[in-house]
């Protein structure tokens, strides 16, 4: 009953330091999604995958890089973190075979930018 | 372009009272899906209730209930019988049911329930 899978769940950087979140799902999910969280501002789109080898800009795209790496896994990257990227970053999942299937969310990745 | 409004910040319940929470969107797809989402100070997102924009009537999961008025493009959620545990940020969710995979959510609402 693992469901959506998200490391690390806390992490401090430095500015210009780069780093992966990982996210991992078993629920043979099509789709996968990466959100951030700040207060206030609720949960914006960065990239989703539709499918594996696909990947599709979201809301807030600048600044991050992914890989749907197979259908289970989802990355996502800092190439050079800065203090804006503090925020709390949840990976989701969903079956979109019908358009009705809920996301599933990791517990998310409380990240802070120094 | 498509949106999801939540007006109300913050509210405040009294513990066994019903409180309805707002939710208006806009959207140009002629199909949609609307979900609420629940997070509670642990901060995972669970997931509430569905409703269909062609669903004929309002979803019921237990003491959650969805006011659905299509024609004012609003779905607002109801929470009967309110305990201590419901307090939390709750979130309105929309996606259309074909094309794009994107859900659009709203800014939330935190709710506090009074014992």
């Known amino acids: 009953n693992a469901g959506v899978t998200q490391t690390p769940k806390f992490q401090v950087l430095k500015t210009g330091q780069s780093m992966t979140l990982q996210c991992a799902q078993d629920?043979?999910?099509?789709?996968m999604y990466w959100y951030r969280q700040d207060p206030g501002m609720g949960l914006r789109l960065i990239y989703y995958s539709a499918s594996e080898g696909t990947t599709d800009k979201g809301e807030v795209p600048n600044g991050y890089n992914v890989s749907r790496l197979n259908k289970r896994e989802f990355s996502l990257r800092l190439e050079s973190a800065a203090p804006s990227q503090t925020s709390v970053y949840f990976c989701?999942?969903?079956?979109?075979?019908?358009?009705?299937?809920?996301?599933?969310f990791g517990d998310g990745t409380r990240l802070s930018i120094l | 372009a498509q949106k999801i409004t939540q007006t109300q910040p913050g509210m405040f319940v009294q513990e066994k009272e019903a409180v309805t929470l707002d939710c208006t969107y806009d959207t140009s797809d002629p199909s949609y899906g609307l979900f609420w989402y629940k997070q509670p100070s642990s901060g995972e997102m669970i997931f509430l209730i569905y409703?269909?924009?062609?669903?004929?009537q309002n979803a019921t999961e237990g003491r959650y209930s969805l006011n659905f008025q299509k024609a004012r493009k609003s779905a607002n959620l109801v929470i009967s019988a309110s305990q201590l545990g419901d307090s939390a940020m709750y979130f309105c969710?929309?996606?259309?049911?074909?094309?794009?995979?994107?859900?659009?959510f709203g800014t939330g609402t935190r709710l506090k329930v009074l014992a």
């Open positions: 629920m043979n999910h099509n789709s």
């Open positions: 969710a929309m996606r259309p049911t074909s094309g794009t995979y994107k859900y659009i």
């Open positions: 989701a999942s969903s079956f979109d075979g019908l358009g009705n299937q809920p996301q599933h």
């Open positions: 409703q269909g924009s062609y669903d004929q």
